[in-house]
Structures are given as structure tokens and as C-alpha cells.
């Protein structure tokens, strides 16, 4: 039950920075992808602002056997990178410049029961179960004796 | 029309971090969104704590306003078929590349990983070059 809470907690914390960042109005995120409009630096300084204590934060992590309320660090386990990180990142990267919205505010946002947000999320939603329909096909096209290597996602 | 707010970029930021920090010291696990979401969707047996933190960043869009930050983004309507698409793309997209900004991006970064500073990079990019073509180019 204190994961449960400790969860909830830190996903209440992350949507009120990205509310004060400024980061979840899509305008001010298009903004600073417009390279060739009036340019605002502003999510650079979010990011940051946010790496510099998130790896404060993990340094601790590192030296701690395990987590409060779990068994295990849960780290990403993969460290190559392959032709799917980059294809799937520019597919990201282009919705992102399209919307100005990803995962994180698109969540945020969902409170507000917009239209365009519900389409959005709904969509999101949509194109990650696609993804998996798709794996799961491919795997089950690639003769079923191929061990499949079950890694930890990245984020 | 958007201010540069470098300070307030700052806070929010720091308080992502500092959520993102506080989930692997408390779960043991990565503050990514679509990871997280993903994991959801894909009826993987921890269940509980990605649907909390899922409920944490929706309600923080109900509680902020009330602490004084501003509340969902409005926007307008006229073009949910754009809205289709884009949520289409990031959802494909941030599962075949592993990881939003939150993963790649915030945590990666925090990581030191080589992996998702590339991923990064790869997103940053097409979305810039998204947004020149759409906001600048094709001759306007």
C-alpha cells in the first residue's frame, strides 16, 4: 500500500512541475522547438532543472541496496543502441512537433476534458496498443523456438 | 504569445526531478511516461503502482490550480484530426523507441545514458524540423 501511495504521490509531483514549467501548455513547448520563430529557451532550463536533481537522486539510489517499498531497483538494463530507438524517437519527435504535447502533459491535461486531449490521449493510447499488436505478430512470424530477450524499458 | 520564464522552468523542473528521484528510491523504478502508460496497456503484472502514478499526474492538474498553477491547457478544437495523428505517432513511436522525455530525456540525461541521449537527440531533432517545416516551410 506505501508504493501505491508513494507512486501516487510522486506522479502528483511531476504533474504540478510540469504545470509550473510551463510545460504543459503546448504553445510554450512549440516555442522552444521553433528554431526559426521568436525562440523561448524556457524547456531547456526545465530539463535542466530536472536532470541535475533527478540525478542527484539516483546517486543516492546507487548507493542504497534497495528501495523503500520495493525489492529491487528496477534500472534500464540496455545500453545499445539499435535501429527501433531511432526510428521509434523520430516518429515521437515528429508527433511531438506536430502537437506540442507529449506522454507526461497529454496525461495532465486529460483532466481538463478537452476535446483535442481526449482525441489525443485516445489516439496515444491507440498507436502503443498498434505497436504491441505489431510485436507481438513479428515474434510470432520469427518461428517460435527464437528465444525472445525480455529487457528492462527505458522510460 | 509566450514569455521566456527561465525561473519558473527552473522550480517545475527541479520538482520533476525530484519526483523522478523519489519513485526509484521508493519503487525502484524509472519516472518514464510512456513506460509507465505502456506497462499499463500491456497487462504486465505490476499494475497498481504505474495506474497511481497515472491517477498522480491527472490530479496534479486538479489540486495545482488550487495552489496557484495554471490548469489544463486550453486549446482550441478546429483541428482534432492533427490531435489523431500526433497522438498516434507518440504513442507508436515513444513504445518502438522505448521511452518519452521523461525517460529518455529527463531520466536518461540523469543516467548519463548514451542510449537515450541518442534518443533524445533523434526526437529533439524531428520535432524541430517538424515544427520549421510546418511553421516555415512548404513557401511560407
Given amino acids: 500500500m506505501a508504493l501505491i501511495f508513494a507512486s501516487f504521490g510522486c506522479g502528483l509531483v511531476f504533474g504540478l512541475g510540469l504545470l509550473i514549467s510551463g510545460m504543459t501548455e503546448p504553445e510554450k513547448v512549440l516555442g522552444f522547438l521553433d528554431f526559426f520563430g521568436e525562440w523561448d529557451a524556457t524547456l531547456a532550463f526545465v530539463m535542466a532543472g530536472a536532470v541535475i536533481v533527478a540525478g542527484a537522486g539516483f546517486a543516492l539510489a546507487q548507493r542504497r541496496g534497495t528501495p523503500l517499498f520495493a525489492a529491487k531497483f528496477s534500472w534500464p538494463s540496455r545500453s545499445d543502441i539499435d535501429a527501433p530507438l531511432v526510428t521509434g524517437a523520430a516518429l515521437f519527435g515528429i508527433g511531438w512537433g506536430f502537437s506540442g504535447i507529449c506522454p507526461g502533459p497529454a496525461l495532465v491535461n486529460l483532466a481538463g476534458l478537452a476535446a483535442p486531449m481526449i482525441v489525443f490521449v485516445a489516439a496515444m493510447v491507440l498507436g502503443m496498443f498498434g505497436y504491441e499488436l505489431w510485436q507481438r505478430r513479428k515474434v510470432a512470424g520469427e518461428a517460435a523456438g527464437e528465444v525472445v530477450v525480455l529487457t528492462q524499458s527505458d522510460g | ?140
Wanted: glycine residues 18%; charged residues 10%.
Fill in chain 2, 1 to 140: 504569445m509566450h514569455h521566456f520564464t527561465p525561473l519558473s522552468g527552473l522550480i517545475g523542473g527541479a520538482l520533476i526531478g525530484l519526483a523522478s528521484a523519489a519513485l526509484m528510491l521508493s519503487a525502484g523504478r524509472l519516472a518514464g511516461v510512456s513506460g509507465i502508460l505502456g506497462g499499463v496497456l500491456t497487462a504486465s503484472r505490476d499494475r497498481a503502482w504505474r495506474l497511481a502514478f497515472i491517477v498522480g499526474l491527472i490530479a496534479a492538474a486538479l489540486i495545482g490550480p488550487l495552489l496557484g498553477t495554471s490548469g489544463p491547457a486550453r486549446l482550441s478544437s478546429s483541428n482534432l484530426a492533427l490531435y489523431a495523428i500526433a497522438g498516434l505517432l507518440v504513442g507508436f513511436g515513444t513504445r518502438r523507441g522505448n521511452g518519452c522525455t521523461s525517460g529518455h530525456g529527463v531520466c536518461g540525461f540523469a543516467r548519463v545514458s548514451a542510449r537515450s541521449i541518442v534518443a533524445t537527440l533523434v526526437f529533439m531533432g524531428a520535432a524541430i524540423v517538424t515544427v520549421a517545416l510546418v511553421r516555415h516551410g512548404f513557401g511560407r
